[in-house]
Each structure stands twice: as C-alpha cells, then as structure tokens.
C-alpha cells in the first residue's frame, strides 16, 4: 500500500477515531496519546491508526485499519502488526479492521493452528462491516463524524434506492448541529468516499449544490489534502486511481472543484516544478491557460 494512500487515509479519517471507538467498540476510555508505529520489518508503511487508551481492563493500543477490498492476507499483516505493537510499546492490542468496501466481506479475522499442546495459535481481530451498519442508528446520533460514512452504510438500503440514498445522506450532513467549517470537512470526506460505491456522474449530482453551499474548497480536509499530496507526489496517484478505491473520490473531488481552485492548484505544482503537460493532465486545464500562469 502507497505512502500517498497512508497520507489520504489520515486526513480522512484522523477526526474520526472517538467516534469509531466509543460507537463501534463501544469501549469505556480515556484516549492518551496516538502512537506513529512505522511497521519497518514488515512493508515499509504507516498504520492506519494506534492510540495508547486507558479502559477498565488496563492500558491498551487500540488498533484501527481501514480497509476497500478484500485482502485474503489480512490476517497475517495483522498478527504482524499486533507484535509489533506488543514489542515496541509493550501494550496488548486490541486491533480492529474498518471494512468500507464496494463488495461484501469475505476476509477471515483469525489465524489458527494446533500441533499439540505446547504448538497452538488462536489469533483473532474484530472486521466491522460499514456496510452493514444503519443509516438510522447513526442519523439522529452526535457522532457526528461518522456522517461522513453514510453514503457506505445500510448496504442493502443503498442498493435499493440508489441514488436516493446518497440524496438522503447529503441532507443528514446538511442538517447537522455544527458550526458550517465542521460541517465542511464532514461533506467533503462524505463526497470522497462516496467514490467507492458510487458512480461519477451520481456524486456529482447530489453533491454538486452543496459544494457550492459550503465552498468546499475552503475545507480544512481539502487543503490539507491538496497542500499534502502535492508535497508528497500525490499527482501519481491521481494519474494511475487510488489502489484501494479513495484516491478515485479525491480525484472527482479535485476534478468538481470551481476553475479558481484549479488555477491555485496549477499555480503550487508549477511552484513545485511539475512540467505544463502532466499539470493539464491532473488539473483539466489547458496547456495555453496554464502558460499564461508563469507570467
């Protein structure tokens, strides 16, 4: 998995975690501090997300994954990762893959084995489906970061009504009791991983008065996005799609953003001295516009 996918799975989901841990695990805690682990022995990347939490049952790591496909070797990176955890910050892992994909699970969450009494393995982790989580459970909660994945919630519902459904979840996020920056950041994430499960032209079409509402552009997610990527390379995920599906919806995003936003993003690559043609690929924008730019 990319470094530039690490560095869009943060900005995501980074708000998120309480939320996750008080709603999905329901766990009784108090959060200390986030642990960078880079797992070096392993693929040479970042965890999705590690807090050290205090719970009634003593000190632990919680261990969040995010996950939009299958991954028949999920199990083995997981134990992988549980020792290191238990190596370098001597805590037990309490692991948990978010599932937020197109398709229905059908990962294990456990490895075993048994080669006598003193040779046995019984590892196991939690997989939460999004997809099988209800719209209504969520909306009319104040777990209100959350919002940002109805449109990968209720799978069956989604299917059923379709573009609806998405129109519904774009009202809920509307209609949330935030100030309208929050309230930014929430629909914008919403509008990114809606391009999981959804079609370019039906995103565009439910989220296309809302982006105006809001100026999305002015979110706190998507300029860190942008100004991230940008120093990171991101532009060559842009070009080849997210690995995984998200990079896919940033993309639609940049691509819906007004032709300002596209001219300020066409200005910082220049700054960062990407060539004119790879800019009017990423941007849209005319090779002739984006000369005119330089001066």
């Known amino acids: 998995m990319s470094q530039n996918y690490d560095i869009t799975m943060k900005n995501i989901f980074s708000d998120m975690a309480d939320d996750i841990m008080s709603y999905f695990l329901g766990l009784q805690y108090t959060k200390i501090d986030e642990l960078n682990i880079e797992f070096a022995r392993i ?3 970042d965890s999705d997300m590690i807090f050290k939490c205090v719970t ?14 299958n991954d028949d070797t999920m199990p083995y990176r997981m134990l992988r990762y549980s020792l290191e955890i238990i190596e370098k910050h001597n805590l037990l ?20 084995y048994n080669f006598g009494e003193q040779n046995t393995l019984d590892y196991k982790y ?11 459970d969520v909306v009319g909660t104040d ?10 919630m209720d799978q069956n519902r989604r299917k059923e009504e379709g573009e609806k459904y998405l129109e519904r979840c774009v009202e809920a996020i509307k209609d949330i009791p935030l ?47 942008i ?5 990171k390379g991101i532009e060559k995920g842009i070009e080849k799609g997210i690995k ?6 940033i993309e639609e995003g940049i691509k819906q953003g007004a032709k300002e936003e596209k001219i300020a993003i066409a200005k910082k690559l220049l700054k960062n001295g990407m060539s004119i043609d790879k800019i009017a690929e990423i941007t849209e924008l005319p090779e002739d516009e984006i000369k005119k730019l330089m001066n």
């Open 126 to 136: 939690r997989i939460i489906n999004v997809g099988d989580i209800k719209y209504t």
């Open 93 to 112: 892992p309490y692991q948990i893959v978010v599932y937020i994909g197109k398709d229905n699970v059908n990962m294990k969450n456990s490895l075993s």
């Open 179 to 225: 100030d309208v920056n929050k309230k930014k950041d929430i629909v914008f994430k919403a509008e990114i991983l809606s391009g999981i499960v959804y079609k370019k032209e039906v995103i565009e079409k439910v989220f296309s008065e809302v982006i105006k509402m809001f100026r999305i552009e002015e979110s706190e997610t998507y300029k860190m996005i």
């Open 56 to 69: 009634d049952r003593g000190d632990i790591a919680v261990h969040i994954e995010f996950q939009s496909s």
């Open 43 to 45: 693929e040479r990347r």
């Open 244 to 249: 995984e599906g998200i990079e896919k919806g």
């Open 227 to 231: 100004e991230k990527g940008i120093e």
């Open 143 to 152: 777990y209100y970061d959350l919002y940002s994945l109805l449109p990968l």
